[in-house]
């Protein structure tokens, strides 16, 4: 629970100095309560008041970084249980495993399809983040190699997995700078873990049979020093894990246990020999809570599916996705195509585009920047109405693009077509469907 | 320190509604805890798939949909019988596309006589799930009422628009309805209020806040789902008691993502498997915010998420 300015008050030094850049201890207090200030800005706070402080500022459950630079992965820092309550902040982390005892060319592949299986949508990038390797052969010098390999070739942060600390640390010998997860840390070797751990300054996962288990060997890394663990519960069937991540949040989240507040690492790969089953138990996790999901295989039917569904859960309710504003052609369109226009909602575009695409009628689709608002909700606030319309259509360029000069719009704006004759001379004006699905008839009864 | 195991405080549940007439009927609903929460409460009925039937040939269904249906796509009764005999058909969802009146526009006696035909050859529940035009719709469900009078049909969409009379005909005629909503919570609550005070039975109607694939705003489905759900659950909110069915094998197979071919974009894998995994992907987040009934399409995505219910609620 978050301390409030008040209780946060008590324990500054109370003398209104103002270093901090705000006039009172106060005033810093309300501003640390709500975020705005860091609490290093005060220089006389008292270490014993700081560490009280940071403690109960810490999230109920701890950001993790796997990785360096632009591509490193960030889970945990989750806030809620369920996504409507505010957002689920840092998507799962997807990983593809490669054993040491692979052949090459088997390796190289897998390689290549975690640089090639890359997705444009709604102008984000959806990719894959995580080579999972792993120790099958007992032999260190075979893995130091594949680490070697993975690391040259490959964009992807690393999980290192071996049941032998020493295999570890030949790994880490290699790609200690590239920040990698160590996984297991066990009961049998959680000294060794925590030390190899943080003389790296590496996250570990830690490996237990029981959730009970678990919070005993978290707490004990966390005495040793080691800050970014990440949990595995052992749980290799569907409905114990699945229960294990429920609990594990809620416990982070509900009861406040220190020693469950960590992002998860789920194993789909060890819970069923096929991957089109694996795919689906998979999809459970992105909804239910896994923080790294590792995968047998990345294959483009089983992954696309699963990065779509990854965007739509962690997709922000308060905040919807848009679409760039401009001219989307759809199907070749030609001067002699009907256009269309709507609002920049990304769901809008998707349907629209979609059904523009069904009726096989090449189109152009004008796609109005609403900021993310859909037609009916950005027509009632006033950004998709004739007077921002009208300036979009003459400046994107359609007007030379076409040579008949007819505008489709969607049938929920309609109070628009007279204003939007007013403001485009030259133009006819159009009332399209109101309904997404009636767009193929209406583009197919269409004349220029 | 002890691990203290958090639990849910609920406070309601979810009603059981029975699906279909005679040995073959179907009880779903009675939840007392979140999806597949077993640690917290029961779920006394499983969650129940249907297969889908099209009342004409479908046209934009990619081959991996069609494969399946070879030499039944044109004729309902062996269709839905095919889906029983091979598939293993729980329920059939026979959906009244013909009678769009933006396509092929059949008139409402020629459509009922089809449903008709389904209803006798068949001995589970049947579905009946008209073409979404609240005109169109009023006819037709009320002559599918009237005709199939007494067997229990579930039949929707009903909206607010058109609830009073296929309302009231489907408890003239004692059918199950489907309160159907768009994704919206208040006026999911809002349509079971009038459906009750017209006289629609508790336990004579099922749910559908609108569902769409992944990728195509599921987000808000599940999110509506998940809301509906806790109402009902942990704030004593009757009126949304009730269980939920997801209409979603027709919008998972209308996305152009799986319809498009592996030569054309190698990156999307192979287009059939890709098909089947967005299905069973769809449903299965359904089925974790709260679904009781999914309406599906292809038998290998059925299947996986069959698999998949078992899993959950393995012992």
Not at chain 1, 98 to 127: A, F, H, N, P
Not at chain 2, 273 to 292: F, H, N, P, Q, Y
């Amino acid at each position: 629970m978050p301390l409030t300015g008040i209780e946060i008050f008590k324990s500054l030094p109370k003398t209104n100095c103002g270093e901090c850049g705000v006039p009172t201890c106060l005033a810093f207090a309300m501003n640390l309560a709500t975020g705005k200030a860091e609490l290093s800005a005060c220089p006389y706070i008292s270490d014993e008041a700081k560490a009280k402080l940071e403690e109960s500022s810490a999230p109920p459950i701890r950001p993790v970084i796997i990785g360096v630079g632009d591509r490193a992965l960030k889970v945990g820092g989750e806030t809620v249980m369920f996504r409507h309550e505010k957002r689920f902040e840092n998507h799962p982390g997807f990983a593809i495993l490669i054993s040491d005892t692979m052949e090459e060319s088997e390796v190289d592949s897998r390689l290549d399809r975690c640089k090639q299986l890359q997705y444009q949508r709604v102008g984000l990038t959806l990719r894959p983040e995580l080579v999972a390797i792993k120790d099958d052969s007992g032999d260190a010098a075979k893995f130091e190699d594949l680490v070697n390999k993975v690391k040259q070739s490959n964009q992807c942060n690393i999980i290192l997995m071996s049941s032998n600390p020493d295999i570890l640390a030949a790994g880490l010998k290699v790609c200690a700078d590239q920040k990698p997860l160590l996984y297991p840390a066990d009961k049998n070797n959680l000294d060794r873990l925590a030390d190899l751990a943080k003389a790296n300054s590496c996250p570990v996962a830690v490996k237990a049979s029981t959730l009970e288990e678990l919070t005993q060997l978290t707490a004990k890394l966390t005495e040793s020093g080691v800050k970014d663990i990440v949990l595995d519960s052992g749980a290799r069937t569907v409905r114990q894990a699945f229960e294990d991540q429920i609990i594990i949040r809620s416990a982070a989240l509900n009861k406040k246990s220190h020693s469950l507040g960590f992002p998860t690492i789920v194993f789909p790969c060890e819970m069923t020999n096929d991957p089109i089953k694996e795919t689906v138990i998979a999809s459970v996790f992105v909804a239910k809570y896994g923080g790294i999901i590792v995968l047998s295989d990345f294959q483009g039917h089983s992954l696309f599916p699963l990065l779509v569904e990854r965007l739509n859960l962690y997709t922000d309710p308060q905040r919807p996705l848009a679409t760039t504003e401009g001219i989307y052609e759809i199907g070749g369109p030609d001067e002699n195509s009907p256009v269309l226009i709507t609002s920049n909602f990304s769901l809008t575009y998707f349907i629209v585009s979609g059904e523009i695409e069904a009726s096989k009628v090449p189109t152009y689709l004008l796609i109005k920047d609403t900021e993310g608002l859909s037609v009916m909700t950005s027509w009632a606030a006033g950004k998709f109405v004739a007077d921002t319309i009208a300036p979009f259509v003459k400046k994107c360029g359609i007007t030379d693009m076409v040579k008949h000069h007819k505008l489709i719009i969607p049938g929920y704006a309609a109070a628009e077509s007279g204003g939007l004759e007013e403001e485009l001379p030259g133009w006819q004006i159009l009332v399209g469907p109101r309904e997404g699905t009636h767009i193929p008839a209406y583009l197919k009864a269409w004349k220029p | 320190m002890a691990l203290e195991i958090p639990k849910t405080s609920y406070s309601g549940k979810i009603r059981e509604i029975r699906l279909g007439k005679g040995d073959k009927s179907i009880t779903v609903g009675g939840e007392t805890a979140y999806p597949f929460y077993l640690f917290e409460g029961g779920i006394p009925n499983l969650p129940k798939i249907a297969m889908e039937v099209y009342d004409s040939p479908p046209e934009e269904w990619p081959e991996a949909a069609l494969e399946p249906f070879a030499g039944v796509t044109d004729d309902p009764v062996a269709w839905a019988k095919k889906c029983i005999n091979d598939y293993g058909a729980e329920i059939i969802c026979l959906q009244l596309i013909s009678t769009d009146p933006n396509g092929l526009d059949r008139g409402a006696d020629e459509a009922a006589e089809v449903v008709k035909r389904v209803a006798d050859a068949i001995d589970i529940p049947l579905i009946v799930w008209g073409c979404s035009n609240e005109e169109k719709d009023t006819e037709v469900l009320r002559k599918v009422s009237e005709v199939c009078q007494g067997k229990n049909l579930i039949i929707g969409p009903v909206g607010e628009g058109d609830h009073k009379k296929i309302g009231a005909s489907a408890i003239g005629y004692h059918h199950t309805v489907i309160a159907s909503t768009p994704i919206d919570v208040n006026l999911a609550k809002q349509l079971n209020i009038l459906l009750g005070n017209l006289g629609v039975p508790d336990d004579s109607l099922i749910m559908d806040t609108t569902v769409s694939s992944i990728g195509y705003g599921i987000e808000y489905c599940y999110s509506v789902m998940e809301r509906a759900r806790m109402a009902g659950l942990t704030q004593q909110d009757e009126k949304l008691q009730f269980p939920v069915i997801c209409n979603i094998g027709k919008e998972v197979w209308k996305a152009k993502e799986v319809k498009i071919a592996e030569k054309e974009d190698p990156k999307l894998g192979d287009a059939r498997k890709r098909g089947i995994l967005m299905e069973a992907i769809s449903a299965m987040i359904l089925l974790l915010a709260g679904a009781d009934v999914l309406i599906m399409r292809h038998p290998e995505a059925i299947k996986l998420v069959q698999e998949m219910i078992a899993e959950l609620t393995a012992e």
